[in-house]
């Protein structure tokens, strides 16, 4: 499990709990930015942190795209993740 608390923090991936740091970061917690990026630096390096970075990039570029040609999820999907949508907050982050 990555979000809420869990019996492993990294959520059964390695360094989950620093991706998942640095992730909420770049999106809606920029306040923590600097010191989510450093923990990921520290735990992954360089080279990797970059990677984690682009990714990160890569999605929210997509979801902008998406929200700025007003794409919505089709029906089954709105339907069958509704629960996990409004869990992880996904409804309140469209892109501003």
Known sequence: MII?????PDGGIPHGAAL???ATAVIKDHDDLDAARQALLDALGEKRTVQAAAIVADFDAI???AD?????LDELTAHHDADLIENLGFERMRST
């Open 4 to 8: 809420g608390e869990a019996a492993d």
């Open 20 to 22: 998942r740091r640095f």
């Open 63 to 65: 979801n902008r795209v």
């Open 68 to 72: 700025a040609t007003g794409i919505e």
